[in-house]
């Protein structure tokens, strides 16, 4: 026996979260079973852990869609018992049973080998919003990122808060948005040499372009925000877009594209191919400071996770949450 976070759903559909033991027989099918030692929090954890967002298609559900352990057994001959391995994305938490356990049982296409240079901790210190952070990061480069600061919105995020701290340490003046002032020493310590208020990009305008600012952009927040900074990229550089806590509309004109070639780039971490995965993973052991990383981290264990659910959807959550599900 060992312990999970199950969300049931009762009659009337309204769903509660808590720590039960539970045994193997439970797990879902898969190739390989997985001790699970850490996992964290994400926007989606919480909505999964609560109402369901209609990510959650069965009940009892274990949500957590990171986690990071030790393979206990396996069918598939790329992985063997004692790999150290992470998983992220592939519906893992949403459609199917996460890492807010102790143990974990998925298809052995879903695991990447953990990164040398990371431990199990700091790659769920890493989890879902720092690999989106990096591939954010990847796509920039990719596309050229230009001359002057780069732009992190929602900085003070998972994501963001990544971000920043890889971007600075690629040598790029970052400046970080937030709404939240008292955070303005945090985001500083992860390298961020200007922080701008969420009010002063928060409201469109009729203008479609203004005045060559920003060198690229990692933006968690979309909505009128990510319509206003468009108009603000210096000639053909990228914005890569990775979240829509301001929503999913996006107010702009086409202008910024054609006038001057900015690039919005898409950014999905959950369905990313396994090579793609690992160039990621590989880049995080290298760019990312662990002393800058480690900032970041708010332990946590499961039986905190229904409250910590909450708090992320308020976005009451600052930087990473890391879950030791052994604790």
């Excluded at 968690?220 to 999913?248: C, D, I, N, P, T």
């Amino acid at each position: 026996m060992f312990n999970a976070l199950i969300v049931e759903k009762d009659e009337d559909g309204k769903t509660s979260a808590s720590v039960q033991k539970i045994g193997e027989d439970r797990l879902p099918e898969g190739e390989v079973t997985v001790a699970v030692e850490y996992s964290t929090v994400n926007y989606k954890d919480g909505l999964c852990i609560g109402p369901g967002g209609g990510l959650v298609r069965n009940y009892p559900h274990v949500p957590g869609i990171d986690f990071a352990g030790t393979v206990e057994a396996s069918s598939d001959d790329r992985y063997a018992a004692g790999d150290k391995v992470v998983l992220t994305g592939w519906r893992v938490g949403e459609a199917y049973w996460g890492g807010y356990s102790q143990k974990a049982r998925v298809k052995a296409d879903m695991l990447v080998p953990l990164p040398d240079g990371l431990d199990t901790r700091q790659a769920m210190a890493v989890g879902t919003a720092g690999f989106t952070a990096m591939l954010a990061v990847m796509a920039l480069e990719d596309h050229g990122i230009k001359d002057g600061p780069v732009l992190v919105t929602g900085a003070a995020g998972g994501v963001g808060s990544v971000a920043t701290a890889i971007l600075a340490n690629l040598g790029h003046d970052v400046a970080a948005v937030t709404g939240r002032p008292e955070t303005a020493d945090y985001l500083t310590s992860l390298g961020a040499t200007q922080i701008v208020a969420r009010d002063e990009l928060n409201e469109t305008t009729k203008r479609p372009l203004e005045a060559e600012t920003w060198g690229g952009c990692v933006d968690a927040v979309g909505g009128e925000m990510l319509a206003r900074l468009l108009g603000q990229m210096k000639y053909g550089a990228s914005v890569s877009a990775v979240g829509l806590a301001g929503g999913a509309g996006l107010p702009a004109t086409v202008i910024p594209f054609l006038l001057r070639g900015v690039n919005l780039l898409g950014i999905d971490s959950v369905m990313q191919p396994y090579d793609n995965r690992l160039r990621a993973w590989q880049r995080i052991a290298k760019d990312l400071p662990m002393d800058k990383l480690e900032a970041m981290v708010q332990p946590a264990t499961l039986s905190d996770l229904p409250a910590l659910g909450k708090d992320i959807l308020k976005g009451q959550v600052k930087g990473r949450v890391v879950v030791d599900v052994n604790a």
